[in-house]
C-alpha cells in the first residue's frame, strides 16, 4: 500500500500563487509518475499536470495550466510540488495528487483551492 497526504491548497486571489505538496509512502517500490488531478464542483476530475519518474523527470501539462503551473519533484523525500501562479478562478477545484505504481494508482485525500478576490 502507498499513503498520499497532499498539503498547501487555500485561498488566493486571482493572479496570486499556491504551492501544494504531495508526499508519498509504504510501499513505494515501482512507482513510475506521481501528478495532479483536479475536481470543481459539478465537474468530471480532470488531469493537471504529472512528472514521470521513469522517464527521467519528463512532465506533462494540460493546456489550460500550460506556463502558469510547474510541477517539480524531491527524490529523496518522495514528493512532488505543484507551484502554481497567475492563478484563475476557473482553477478553483480541490486538487488530488495521484501516485501511478505497477499494480495501481494510488490517490491522496485532496486539497481545495480557492481562487476568488
Known amino acids: 500500500q502507498v499513503q498520499v497526504v497532499e498539503s498547501g491548497g487555500g485561498l488566493a486571489q486571482p493572479g496570486g500563487s499556491l504551492r501544494l505538496s504531495c508526499a508519498a509512502s509504504?510501499?513505494?517500490?515501482?512507482?513510475?509518475?506521481m501528478g495532479w488531478y483536479r475536481q470543481a464542483p459539478g465537474k468530471q476530475r480532470e488531469f493537471v499536470a504529472n512528472?514521470?519518474?521513469?522517464?527521467?523527470?519528463?512532465?506533462n501539462y494540460a493546456d489550460s495550466v500550460k506556463g502558469r503551473f510547474t510541477i517539480s519533484r524531491d527524490n529523496a523525500k518522495n514528493t512532488v510540488y505543484l507551484q502554481m501562479n497567475s492563478l484563475k478562478p476557473e482553477d478553483t477545484a480541490v486538487y488530488y495528487c495521484n501516485v501511478k505504481q505497477v499494480n495501481g494508482d494510488y490517490w491522496g485525500q485532496g486539497t481545495q483551492v480557492t481562487v476568488s478576490s
Open positions: 509504504g510501499s513505494i517500490f515501482n512507482i513510475y509518475a
Open positions: 512528472i514521470i519518474i521513469t522517464r527521467g523527470g519528463s512532465t
